[in-house]
């Protein structure tokens, strides 16, 4: 089998301008912090990538990252914040000041619309949404006629991002990873991306079982503390100071340039 161990240099120039990333994890666990943190770095070397749709299950530090930062130009999610923790602080101005477009989606239009790029057709039909104001807001999504009751029903649009990045507690070389007891959409989103990017807390010669396989992994990282400050249970625990001090200092595009500058470095 192929090894497919490269560098966070090299994984991170795997996404280009424009293009769909989707992230994998969920609110504050697990989340590829330290891939996005390289990605930021070089958008800070080379002003790339830029103007990319943000897709995430649920969004957390790391995308919150991503918009301050001034690289993302839509979000695709069902919710985008810090829990506890409060509001996505640069999510929350961009939004407000309608710097990046929110394009709405719900669990159901997410979980469909990954499912109809599983099975590879173009749309996943379902009766979310049917009787509420949500067409109205995208109406690209379109309703079908059950052909066997003749019932109506939404049809959510397949979704292909064209880069996911995961974070996985262990990986072997090739690909075949373990993301633990909490996988969120993470098996969904491996298998429809064009191109997937997996960071590992450890890499080890091999694994007696996978929740990611392989075949659908294009890139393996090896990424000690890779999540953090997010959790990644068992190994380490979500570091609440830091983010309570994330929320706490930023809150508009001045105070993120601080914050980036003093605490992450870059």
Not at 177 to 201: K, Y
Request: glycine content about 8%; some cysteine.
């Amino acid at each position: 089998m192929i090894d497919k161990r490269i560098t966070l240099a090299e994984a991170v120039k795997l996404v280009p301008s424009g293009c769909t990333l989707g992230i994998g994890g969920l609110t504050i666990y697990r989340r590829p912090v330290a891939f996005v943190r390289a990605l930021l770095a070089r958008n800070r070397q080379i002003g790339e990538p830029m103007g990319l749709t943000l897709l995430a299950f649920t969004a957390g530090l790391e995308s919150d990252l991503l918009v301050g930062a001034g690289m993302v130009a839509r979000v695709r999610t069902c919710y985008f914040g810090l829990e506890i923790f409060g509001l996505a602080p640069m999510f929350t101005y961009y939004a407000n000041q309608g710097l990046i477009e929110v394009i709405e989606e719900t669990e159901a239009s997410l979980a469909l619309g990954l499912r109809a790029r599983l099975a590879r057709i173009g749309f996943m039909p379902g009766r979310a949404w049917l009787g509420t104001d949500l067409p109205k807001l995208r109406p690209d999504v379109k309703t079908v006629i059950d052909p066997y009751t003749g019932e109506e029903l939404m049809a959510f649009p397949a979704i292909q991002p064209d880069v996911a990045v995961i974070h996985a507690l262990r990986a072997d070389p090739h690909g075949n990873a373990q993301i633990g007891g909490n996988i969120s959409a993470d098996p969904e989103l491996a298998v429809a991306s064009q191109l997937v990017i997996l960071t590992a807390e450890e890499i080890v010669p091999a694994l007696d079982r996978a929740d990611l396989v392989a075949p659908f992994i294009h890139a393996v990282v090896h990424t000690p503390r890779g999540a953090a400050p997010t959790s990644c249970h068992p190994l380490y625990p979500l570091d609440g100071s830091a983010l309570l001090a994330y929320a706490e200092q930023v809150s508009d595009p001045a105070s993120f340039e601080s914050y980036i500058t003093n605490t992450l470095a870059l």
